[in-house]
Antibody, heavy 114, light 110 residues
């Protein structure tokens, strides 16, 4: 059964760059979409973007100019960077597998911008 | 790309059935059969309970069912149980190869 484990800095200052990585264990890394979703405190989920194993990316238009997804199949890992963060980027960030059915999720990382 | 519209909260008594709506547009919910529903308990990651409008992943209770009519998708939970108390989020594919979520609905089991 696939498991996702994510990590990255939890406290950033405005204008800094958010960087998170998600490692995939116990399953095939190939033939899957891998994505990032965030959840501001007390609010709903927001899709950030997805990446195919080949590196093809899809982004939320509202974040496209600041978000970058990358993948390292040799390490079974994929990453998110979000540039020029502000307080509005404060949220729990999740990595997940799939698009039509996001059936595996990381544990979540609270990122606070202050 | 606007968030899908869900009621902020719903409630029901054990054994009852409840339905949560998820309203979008012809560019998302109404245009594609790619609506999914996620259950999220406090402090936990979301868990998919419905995908492709009506499909249940293996291991998800048959008490959960999904449907769609026009631009509105619905999640029905029958035989409410205390463990169903959670937040529920809908998601849909949208034109432009994007995905959008709803604002989430808090279900209270009375």
């Amino acid at each position: 059964q696939v498991q996702l484990q994510q990590w990255g800095a939890g406290l950033l200052k405005p204008s800094e760059t958010l960087s998170l990585t998600c490692a995939v264990y116990g399953g095939s890394f190939g033939n899957s979409f891998w994505g990032w979703i965030r959840q501001p405190p007390g609010k709903g989920l927001e899709w950030i973007g997805d990446i195919w194993q080949s590196g093809r990316t899809y982004y939320n238009p509202s974040l496209k100019s600041r978000a970058t997804l990358s993948v390292d199949p040799s390490k079974n890992q994929f990453s998110l960077t979000l540039a020029s963060v502000t307080a509005a980027d404060t949220a729990v960030y999740y990595c997940a597998r799939g698009q039509y059915r996001r059936d595996a999720w990381g544990q979540g990382t609270l990122v606070t911008v202050s | 790309q606007s968030a899908l519209t869900q009621p902020a909260s719903v409630s029901g008594s054990p054994g009852q059935s409840i339905t949560i709506s998820c309203t979008g547009t012809s560019n998302d919910v109404g245009g594609y059969n790619y609506v999914s529903w996620y259950q999220q308990h406090p402090g936990k990651a979301p868990k998919v309970i419905i995908y492709d409008v009506t499909n249940r992943p293996s291991g998800v209770s048959h008490r959960f069912s999904g449907s769609k009519s026009g631009n509105t998708a619905s999640l029905t939970i029958s035989g409410l149980q205390a463990e169903d108390e959670a937040d529920y989020h809908c998601s849909s594919y949208t034109s432009g190869t994007s995905w959008v979520f709803g604002g989430g609905t808090k279900l209270t089991v009375l």
